[in-house]
């Protein structure tokens, strides 16, 4: 089974701009999560979706959402970026609640 | 909230060796999961073991085997016959049984392998 696979792995982007990142679950998973991860805050939780339905969202601004399609693919998308963005951006899936979560590669996001 | 802490930020071993990574968690639940994740310099996040906070005995996966201690809300990680592959940043991590999928993790330890 292939594993979970997140696009593109490396992004640079400017103050200002917006940018979209992708996840594709394991298949057959229904939950994907995302996670950000900085040297000073460490690894964060973002938000969960489940059946295309954010089901639980971390403590970030507005300028962070998601969405999940019918296929389980997610993305998250970042508005109006920040230096304080950069940062590598996980993604994990699971089969449902009960199950652990199998993390992708991650998308290294830097903000000049 | 529900806070993890690991105060051992670095550690190193000599190979084939044991060693031991600490952590303590903060939560009002009683019904929770509690992870350790393994994350190599490849940054591709591993789960390296798992347990139930319903289950008194430790879990174990092969040289890994954990130390949990509900009363104390400590869930320590004990690495037998250390091999150089086993370098990496290990996190601890707590997820609430109540059916949301957020993991909360600790600041991490960065584990060297001498050989």
């Known amino acids: 089974k292939a594993g979970v696979t997140q696009t593109p792995r490396y992004l640079i982007k400017t103050r200002g701009q917006q940018v979209t990142l992708s996840c594709s679950p394991i298949s057959g998973h229904r939950s994907v999560s995302w996670y950000q991860q900085t040297p000073g805050q460490g690894l964060q939780f973002l938000f969960e979706?489940?059946?295309?339905?954010?089901?639980n969202k971390g403590n970030f601004p507005g300028r962070f959402s998601g969405r999940q399609f019918s296929n389980s693919r997610s993305e998250m998308n970042v508005s109006t970026l920040e230096l304080g963005d950069s940062a590598l951006y996980l993604c994990?899936?699971?089969?449902?609640?009960?199950?652990?979560?199998?993390f992708g590669p991650g998308t290294r996001l830097t903000v000049l | 909230a529900q806070t993890v802490t690991q105060s051992q930020p670095e550690m190193s071993v000599q190979e084939a060796e044991t060693v031991t990574l600490s952590c303590t968690y903060d939560?009002?639940?009683?019904?929770?999961?509690l992870f350790w994740y393994k994350q190599p310099p490849s940054r591709q996040m591993i789960l390296v073991i798992r347990q139930e906070a319903y289950k008194q005995q430790n879990a174990t996966e092969n040289r890994f085997s954990v130390n949990f201690q509900k009363a104390a809300k400590s869930f320590s990680l004990k690495i037998s016959d250390s091999q150089l592959g086993d370098a990496a940043m290990y996190f601890c991590?707590?997820?609430?049984?109540?059916?949301?999928?957020?993991?909360?993790f600790g600041q991490g330890t960065r584990l060297t392998i001498n050989p």
């Open positions: 939560t009002s639940e009683s019904d929770y999961y």
């Open positions: 991590a707590y997820r609430s049984a109540k059916g949301a999928q957020k993991l909360v």
């Open positions: 994990a899936s699971s089969l449902n609640s009960d199950n652990e979560q199998f």
């Open positions: 979706y489940f059946s295309e339905t954010q089901r």
